[in-house]
C-alpha cells in the first residue's frame, strides 16, 4: 500500500512535446512514400526492361527477314516423291497492312495481308517441284480492298504457271475468307467449317451520350459537311447514313460478282443466302458454294490425284523464320496483359465497309 502511495507522489516523465510526435509522424510518412517510390521505381524499370527486350527482338525480326521479300521456310509434313504438293497456312483477320504501333503483338506471320499472299506465291514460283498448292484458311474475313488484292494474286498465280490451287476451308472460312476462297480451282470445306457470311458491314462506336454525361465536346472544323464522316462524337445524320450504304451496296455488288464468276450458284439460292448468314460447310456445299467436303488431308490427297502425283511430297511454306517465331513467342504473354484497346486489330476497320464475319 505505502509504495502504491510513493509511486504516485513520484514526479512522472515529461511527455513528448508535440513538435516531437509530429516529427515523428512526418517520418513515418516520408518513409511510407519513400518505400512506395522505391516499389513503383522497380516496376517502371521491369517495365521498360519488357518494352526494350521487345523492341530489340523485332529489330532483329526485320533485320533477318524484312528485306528478303521472296524468302520461304519449308517443312516436310509427309511424302517422299520428287514432286511437292506446298501447303500454305493462313490464319487471321484480311488487313492491308500489319498495324504499326508500340503496342501491337501481331506479326505479319498472324495476319493476312497482300504483302504476305504475294511473297508466299511468288516462293512457290521460284520452286520448279512444286505441282500443286493447298491454301489452308482459317479467317473471318477483314478489309474490303485486301481481300479483293489476294483474290486477284490468287488468280494471277493461277493463270501464269498453270500450277492447280486446293482451297481448304479451316474451322472458319466466313465473309472475306469466303471471298478468297472463290480464287481456287477447288473448294474443299470441312462438315463444321464456318463459312458464307456474304455481305458487307461497317461499324463503330458511338460515345455521344457518353460525352454528353461528362461534358466532353468534339471540335472539328471541316472543308464539308461530310467532312467528319461517322464521328464517334455525334448521332449519325441520314444522308450519312445514305453514303454508307452506298459504299457498302458497291462493295457487296462487287462480292456477288466474284461469286457468280467462280462458282455455278442458282441465282435464286444466292438472293436468299448472301444475306450475310454463317453457313456450315454442309449448307454451303448443298447450296453449291463449295466443291467437296474434306478436311485438309482431304485437300492434300485431292490435289495429289487431280496432278497424277499419288507419292508427291507434302511441303508447307511459310513466311516465318526463328527470328519471328521467337518474336510471337515473346511477346505474345507479355502484351495478352495490356489492356485490350492496345490489341485490338479490328479496330483498324471500324467506320469502314467490310467483309467480316459480324460475329467477330
Known amino acids: 500500500m505505502s509504495d502504491d502511495i510513493a509511486k504516485t507522489l513520484l514526479p512522472q516523465p515529461p511527455k513528448p512535446p508535440y513538435e516531437s510526435r509530429r ?4 517520418s513515418s510518412v516520408v518513409s511510407v512514400i519513400k518505400g512506395i517510390a522505391s516499389m513503383f521505381s522497380s516496376v517502371v524499370k521491369i517495365l521498360f526492361a519488357i518494352v526494350g527486350i521487345l523492341f530489340l527482338v523485332s529489330f532483329i525480326s526485320e533485320l533477318s527477314i ?4 521472296t524468302t520461304t521456310y519449308q517443312e516436310v509434313l509427309y511424302g517422299y516423291g520428287p514432286e511437292t504438293i506446298a501447303v500454305i497456312d ?3 483477320m484480311i488487313l492491308d497492312a500489319v498495324p504499326q504501333g508500340p503496342f501491337d503483338y501481331v506479326t505479319e506471320s498472324q495476319l493476312i495481308t497482300p504483302r504476305r499472299v504475294l511473297k508466299l506465291f511468288e516462293g512457290i514460283k521460284a520452286d520448279p517441284n512444286v505441282k500443286a498448292v493447298v491454301l489452308r484458311i482459317n479467317s473471318p474475313g477483314g478489309s474490303v480492298t485486301a481481300s479483293d488484292e489476294i483474290y486477284q494474286t490468287i488468280k494471277r498465280f493461277r493463270e501464269e504457271t498453270q500450277i492447280p490451287v486446293i482451297i481448304s476451308q479451316g474451322e472458319i472460312a466466313a465473309s472475306g475468307g469466303y471471298y478468297i476462297s472463290l480464287a481456287g480451282d477447288t473448294i474443299v470445306s470441312d462438315t463444321t467449317t464456318l463459312t458464307g457470311s456474304i455481305g458487307v458491314i461497317a461499324s463503330m462506336l458511338n ?3 457518353l460525352a454528353n454525361e461528362y461534358g466532353v465536346k468534339e471540335i472539328a472544323v471541316t472543308s464539308g459537311d461530310n467532312k467528319n464522316f461517322f464521328s464517334p462524337f455525334q448521332e449519325m445524320s441520314e444522308e450519312e447514313r445514305s ?3 452506298r459504299l457498302i451496296d458497291e462493295a457487296y455488288v462487287q462480292f456477288l460478282s466474284r461469286i457468280r464468276e467462280s462458282r455455278n450458284v442458282n441465282e435464286l439460292v444466292l438472293t436468299e443466302l448472301a444475306d450475310g448468314r454463317p453457313l456450315t460447310g454442309k449448307q454451303a456445299y448443298e447450296a453449291q458454294l463449295v466443291d467437296e467436303l474434306g478436311n485438309l488431308y482431304d ?3 485431292l490435289a495429289r490425284r487431280e496432278t497424277g502425283y499419288p507419292d508427291a511430297q507434302v ?3 511459310t513466311d516465318q523464320g526463328i527470328f519471328e517465331s521467337l518474336f510471337g513467342v515473346v511477346s505474345k504473354p507479355l502484351m495478352n496483359k495490356l489492356p485490350l484497346t492496345f490489341l485490338d486489330p479490328y479496330a483498324m476497320l471500324r467506320g469502314k465497309p467490310a467483309y467480316l464475319y459480324g460475329g467477330m
Open 23 to 26: 516529427r515523428n509522424f512526418f
Open 66 to 69: 524484312g528485306d528478303q521479300e
Open 90 to 92: 493462313l490464319n487471321g
Open 207 to 209: 460515345f455521344q451520350e
Open 243 to 245: 453514303i454508307m450504304q
Open 299 to 301: 485437300s492434300v490427297e
Open 315 to 317: 511441303v508447307e511454306y
